[in-house]
């Protein structure tokens, strides 16, 4: 889905949001493996996924862990990046063959200032990250790694089509060994 189709799905917008939206963004399609943005970079702008699969990692010393999974139709960014103006921890990479459309964030920001849907826009969209993020940080907390894996496959399962059983590990907070031994129990 474009991304002012997406947008129009969760308010009516005018002129100005769609103006916002079309004319200021760009849309560029990356192969799979392809990093969107590296750890440490300087963000500037907002990334939604139109089609494909991306993921979130960060690096830990010498590996590389998936903080999330971001399918079709998902807004995802360093959000310290843009509203501190400070490197960001993550990086953004390409699982599939993934279309993304970016939108520079000061433009997002300008239109805030004086637009009430826009602000609901992002309100709703930072929300739903929040609650999303928060139930992940209850799953890590209270589920077994075998309940997390199980719910991974119900929530997305065309994501493990996409995803390496690496990524699919580090997210999960396991070794890619004891995902091979939850994934031999069932």
């Not at 063959?97 to 300008?110: G, K, L, M, Y």
């Not at 799953?139 to 089509?161: C, D, G």
């Amino acid at each position: 889905m474009r991304i002012i189709d997406y947008l129009k799905s969760l308010y009516p917008i005018n002129d100005e949001i769609e103006f916002v939206f079309t004319a200021m963004s760009e849309t560029k399609k990356y192969d799979k493996g392809a990093v969107i943005f590296s750890p440490g970079s300087y963000l500037k702008h907002v990334y939604f996924v139109e089609s494909g699969f991306t993921r979130i990692y960060y690096n830990k010393g010498k590996k590389d862990i998936t903080h999330y999974f971001f399918g079709p139709d998902t807004f995802g960014t360093g959000i310290e990046s843009l509203y501190y103006d400070k490197p960001s921890v993550f990086g953004f990479q390409a699982l599939s063959e993934t279309c993304i459309t970016r939108v520079p964030f000061s433009a997002i920001q300008d239109l805030a200032a004086t637009d009430i849907t826009m602000n609901r826009i992002i309100q709703r969209i930072l929300l739903d990250s929040l609650i999303n993020f928060s139930k992940r940080f209850y799953n890590m907390q209270f589920e077994t790694a075998s309940e997390r894996y199980q719910s991974l496959i119900a929530e997305n399962p065309a994501l493990f089509q996409k995803a390496t059983l690496g990524h699919i590990a580090s997210f999960l907070g396991v070794s890619q060994q004891t995902l091979s031994v939850i994934r031999g129990l069932k």
